[in-house]
Nanobody, 123 residues
Framework: QEQLVESGGGLMEPGGTLRLSCATSGFTFYYFGISWFRQVPGKAREALGCIIADGNTYYTDAAMGRVTISRDNSKNTAYLQMDNLKPEDPAVYYC?????????????????WGQGTQVTVAS
């Protein structure tokens, strides 16, 4: 059974760095990409970026140049780092599998999702 589990959320300080992990199991990780999203209650889910199977990445404007996505195939885990946290960054952050073979076409084929991790930004 495919599973994705996000971790690393919690209370962060403005200006700090967020590091999230997406630990996966139940599928062949290195065949898949991983996309990262976030959602604020009452608002549409927002894509931040993706890393596809070959390691290429793509970031949306929502990432605002502050996001870095990486993966470690030996650990079946993907990561999201967001620098310089801002008051508008609190949300539930999700990872999802990604089947795009070109990173510019991410966010369409996200079959399996994690449960999300809550991120709060406050001093």
């Amino acid at each position: 059974q495919e599973q994705l589990v996000e971790s690393g959320g919690g209370l962060m300080e403005p200006g700090g760095t967020l590091r999230l992990s997406c630990a996966t199991s139940g599928f062949t990780f290195y065949y898949f990409g991983i996309s990262w999203f976030r959602q604020v209650p009452g608002k549409a889910r927002e894509a931040l970026g993706c890393i596809i199977a070959d390691g290429n990445t793509y970031y949306t404007d929502a990432a605002m140049g502050r996001v870095t996505i990486s993966r470690d195939n030996s650990k079946n885990t993907a990561y999201l780092q967001m620098d310089n946290l801002k008051p508008e960054d609190p949300a539930v952050y999700y990872c999802a599998t990604e089947r795009a073979i070109n990173a510019r076409y991410c966010f369409v084929t996200n079959d399996f999702w994690g449960q999300g991790t809550q991120v709060t930004v406050a001093s």
